[in-house]
């Protein structure tokens, strides 16, 4: 496959229509790139800006991440979801310290060993912090360059995904790196996310449409392909707001793996039945006619829709911390869990039920 010459026009394009706002592109810290390419992984610009602030202003530098307890990390991420981002990012922090001496390698191959760092992001980190001439195939540079190549292979078969990485590395500028590689980068994704969208792409105001093989073909809408289709779950549970004299509620930690793994939560049970039998046989609790079923809701990830249904409960706190149902548990009032890490779904709950 002879390959188009994309580079000199995607970093032109970059200079003067591409995204040159935002807060990591005035950096060449590792430490700032990295942290906003981990927030911005399955999350929309908008919404990474406030949470990349405060994580900041937290947070300033890797030193002081690595030395933060994990429950103040996941707290400044409530709301971000993908929480296991968080925990990566935290053990990322502590091995750069640990094995690194508190500096980012330069090198993609060494950061791509890093707890939570994939050779995609680590190609960011390495072509805007130190200008090497890596790939990053996100989605949505995996879009713009099989679009521009008309790359039609299955990109679910392991194979396919290699070859596409192997001519992205080709396609990477050749000349002026320390300039052209993370201007490159950043274009190829700002056209992902502002012209080449999965739908409707805006081919004619397109820097590469002269270039590009599926606009010639009639049908960029095709690409990429993959076949293999993520498939969609529901699950329905049952959460005890178990809230004592004092107005606290207890919550629980998580287990280290599944849905909210790691997180304080209420307990969760399969069904009211389950729910009501556990309080009976384990909390001093008020008898069911006090008890508030609150509005059911349902929260939706992105392999799975979870369909809530709180039942608040009054509770006597003497005897409860004998008779916690996870590993670890702890009564919060509304400061207290304010500073916890907390899914979003609980704390809006809790905020709204309880925190006034």
């Given amino acids: 496959m002879t390959l188009p010459s994309i580079a000199a026009p995607v ?59 994990q429950d103040a990390v996941l707290a400044l991420w ?76 299955d990109l679910a078969v392991a194979k396919n995904e290699r070859e596409l990485w192997d001519l992205a590395q080709q396609l990477c500028p050749t000349e002026d790196l320390e300039h052209s590689m993370p201007r490159y980068t950043q274009g190829l994704m700002d056209l992902g996310a502002t012209i080449c969208l999965p739908r ?13 093989r599926a606009a010639r073909l009639g049908s960029p809408e095709s690409y990429p392909v993959r076949t293999r289709k993520l498939k969609r779950g529901a699950e329905a549970w049952w959460l005890l707001i178990a809230v ?13 793996q599944g849905i909210w793994a790691g997180l304080f939560a209420p307990p969760v049970f399969g069904g009211r039945d389950a729910l009501a039998q556990a309080v009976g046989q384990h909390w001093p609790a008020a008898a069911p006619p006090d008890w508030t079923d609150l509005p059911a809701f349902l929260h939706v990830l992105t392999h799975r829709d979870l369909h809530l249904h709180p039942v608040q409960v009054p509770v ?24 916890m890490g907390l899914p979003a779904p609980v704390r809006k709950l809790l905020d709204g039920q309880l925190g006034g």
């Fill in 78 to 153: 409530s709301g971000l979801g993908y929480y296991s981002r968080a925990r990566n990012l935290h053990r990322c922090a502590q091995v750069v310290v640990e094995q690194w001496g508190g500096v980012f390698p330069g090198r993609a191959e060494d950061l791509a060993t890093l707890p939570g760092i994939g050779r995609s992001t680590a190609g960011a980190i390495a072509s805007f912090c130190f200008s090497q001439r890596v790939p990053i195939l996100d989605a949505n540079v995996r879009r713009v360059l099989t679009r521009v190549l008309a790359f039609d292979a």
């Fill in 11 to 69: 970093v032109q394009w970059q200079a003067s229509h591409g995204r040159n706002h935002l807060p990591w592109q005035q950096t060449r810290d590792p430490y700032r790139v990295w942290l906003s390419e981990i927030m911005l992984q399955q999350t929309q610009v908008s919404t990474v800006l406030g949470y990349y602030q405060r994580f900041l202003d937290a947070f300033p530098d890797v030193a002081s991440l690595a030395a933060a307890p």
């Fill in 316 to 339: 006597r706190s003497v005897g409860m911390e004998g008779a916690r149902m996870g590993p670890e548990g702890c009564w919060a009032d509304a400061k207290a869990w304010a500073g």
């Fill in 244 to 256: 004592d004299e004092h107005g606290r509620v207890w919550l629980e930690r998580r287990p280290q």
């Fill in 200 to 212: 409707k792409p805006g081919c004619l105001v397109c820097p590469l449409q002269p270039q590009c």
